[in-house]
């Protein structure tokens, strides 16, 4: 929950009201209108072309109802008599008539208040639900789009399988929206705006409790089952599952409500489709909504995953070091992730593009620096760290320039929070000349902010972990998780977790997981015997004759020459 310090201005406040007021008003006239559809130009005595219901409940000007919901006016084939007619006259001025007026504004009414109050409550309540406006307008056009998906549906069922009309309802792809919010938004807006859009659908179908349990538990189930999208099948098994579940919920509640079993089959395969397809749509719409709002999801994160990413590629030939280094600290960002229930698939791709800022000047990094050579040697301290310090902004204009997404951009820019370039820091103390001029220890501090999620904290402490590492002489077990829990220790007193969210425990985690796996990393080998350079008089090798001795001899002399000629 926001401390009184961390609240947006109220100006901020007002654009997310005016966002919630237009899609009140949209989502409102949206569900109350009707297509101004004529059953056919009848008169008395006229043959009905085919079979006309009523879509809703149609009354006379002076509230006397005249024809009920699903009721069958004429049939096909039948004759028109005058009260058919009558009937089927009042069917038209409803349609052009709509619910009017009033209902159109108590609709909107009820709808803006309730979302608002919603939104606030989750907004104060509610820690993870951050939405920034575009994350908010996305939602709000996703509804209105499912919303008109629906009617469409509905529309189309009513004129060509109007027999069907309840049974086909379930064959509308609805959890898609569950699955689509899930993955780019997060599991706390999509239980927000699967109840927006439940209750919307439900105001849809004339305030069917059926309907709104429908949608909002197969839009939970979906959003669950969609969670941890490590690959496409993911999708379709969220999709064929929800379907599942959704069935044998059905065939409960059409038991319950006692409706004869000959419907069952056909309800349980339309639900069973509904799912599939939704998984279908969620894959072909998914790439449409990252270039359209530039949101960075799961599956887009497993597309920069692959190491021939032009990045990458760029990367590992003129920054064959800070590529090494970034492999290794995808490693170490990934296992601690998944040791504290973050997420593993961005910690590893986002540790992949962390330093990308470093092929602007690979040279000025030590992990890329040929031989001895020292190219911060003609340069001032201040001048060194100005150049070690921009790669952070460098990598976030590359991240932007390439389309990385958000996330991966804003872990580039915390990766180093506000910490210190210690190195050129002391070198510019040893240089002061307090008379002439003093050194700032903010001019060599990174800008930040700090790390403000688990997995730019993670990324941040593997970076630390995964450098120093590379100093020690001697690699023992113990050595290493010494170094592990200093490096980790420092940076937490530095202030630089402060924002994240990791907790103590998660700490000790994460300082055992990168222990256990650099521990892998400077694994001891045992020295291997040369044998035949000793004379074939090492206890492994057996003795060999003296021709043979001979005959090999000369045959690594004839390689070496070979080895000479080509060199």
């Not at 220890?441 to 993670?458: H, L, S």
């Amino acid at each position: 929950m926001r401390s009184d310090n961390e609240k947006p201005p109220s100006f901020l406040y007002s654009r997310t009201y005016l966002i919630i007021l237009l899609f009140s008003l949209v989502l409102s006239l949206l569900i109350s209108t009707r297509l101004p559809l004529s059953p056919g130009d009848y008169r008395t005595g006229d043959i009905a072309k085919e079979t006309i219901r009523a879509p809703y409940d149609v009354t006379s000007a002076g509230g006397e109802q005249v024809v009920k919901k699903g009721e069958v006016i004429v049939r096909e084939g039948q004759k028109i008599h005058q009260d058919d007619l009558s009937r089927l006259d009042a069917l038209t001025k409803a349609r052009t008539r709509g619910p009017g007026s009033l209902h159109y504004l108590y609709l909107f009414l009820i709808f803006f208040t309730s979302i608002t109050i919603i939104h606030e409550f989750s907004r104060k309540n509610i820690k993870k639900y951050l939405l920034s406006d575009k994350d908010l307008v996305f939602g709000c056009g996703f509804t209105l789009l499912m919303v008109l998906l629906i009617k469409a549906c509905l529309l189309v069922f009513e004129r060509f399988a109007p027999d069907l009309g309840a049974q086909l309802f379930f064959a509308i792809p609805i959890i898609v929206f569950g699955m689509v919010v899930r993955i780019v938004l997060f599991s706390e807006a999509a239980l927000v705006f699967s109840v927006i859009l439940s209750v919307a659908v439900a105001f849809t179908l004339d305030n069917s409790i059926t309907v709104f349990l429908y949608s909002l538990v197969g839009n939970l189930l979906a959003a669950f089952f969609s969670g941890r999208c490590e690959n496409r099948a993911t999708v379709l098994k969220a999709g064929l599952f929800t379907g599942l579940v959704m069935a044998f919920l059905a065939i409960l509640t059409h038991r319950l409500a006692g409706l004869p079993l000959s419907d069952l089959p056909l309800k349980v395969g339309f639900i069973l489709l509904g799912g599939v397809g939704s998984s279908f749509i969620a894959l072909g719409i998914l790439p449409v909504i990252e270039a359209v709002f530039g949101y960075t999801t799961d599956i887009k994160l497993l597309e920069l995953a692959n190491l021939e990413h032009p990045l990458l590629e760029e990367m590992m030939v003129r920054a064959p070091g800070t590529y090494h280094h970034s492999i290794i600290v995808g490693n170490l960002s990934r296992s601690a992730a998944e040791s504290i229930g973050a997420h593993p698939i961005l910690t590893r791709v986002a540790s992949y593009y962390h330093d990308i800022g470093k092929l602007k000047m690979p040279r000025y990094f030590i992990e890329n620096r040929p031989g001895t050579e020292d190219v911060h040697q003609n340069l001032s301290p201040s001048m060194s760290a100005l150049i070690i310090l921009s790669h952070v902004k460098e990598g976030v204009e590359l991240a932007e320039k390439h389309r990385l997404g958000r996330k991966i951009s804003e872990i580039i820019q915390q990766h180093h929070g506000t910490s210190l370039v210690t190195y050129f820091y002391s070198r510019a103390k040893e240089k002061e000349d307090p008379n002439l001029y003093s050194i700032e220890e903010k001019d060599f501090r990174y800008p930040g902010p700090t790390p403000q999620t688990k997995e730019a904290g993670i990324i941040m402490l593997a970076d630390a972990v995964e450098a120093a590492s590379r100093t020690l002489d001697d690699p023992t077990p113990k050595r290493i998780e010494t170094l592990v829990q200093n490096i980790i220790e420092n940076i937490f007193i530095d202030g630089q977790l402060d924002a994240c969210e990791l907790t103590l425990k998660d700490l000790h985690a994460i300082q055992k997981s990168f222990t256990s796996i650099l521990i892998g990393i400077f694994h001891q080998r045992i020295e291997y015997p040369e044998g035949a350079a000793n004379g074939g008089t090492h206890k492994k090798f057996p003795t060999v004759v003296e021709g043979g001795q001979k005959a090999a001899g000369k045959h690594n002399r004839r390689l070496a020459h070979l080895f000479k000629v080509a060199g």
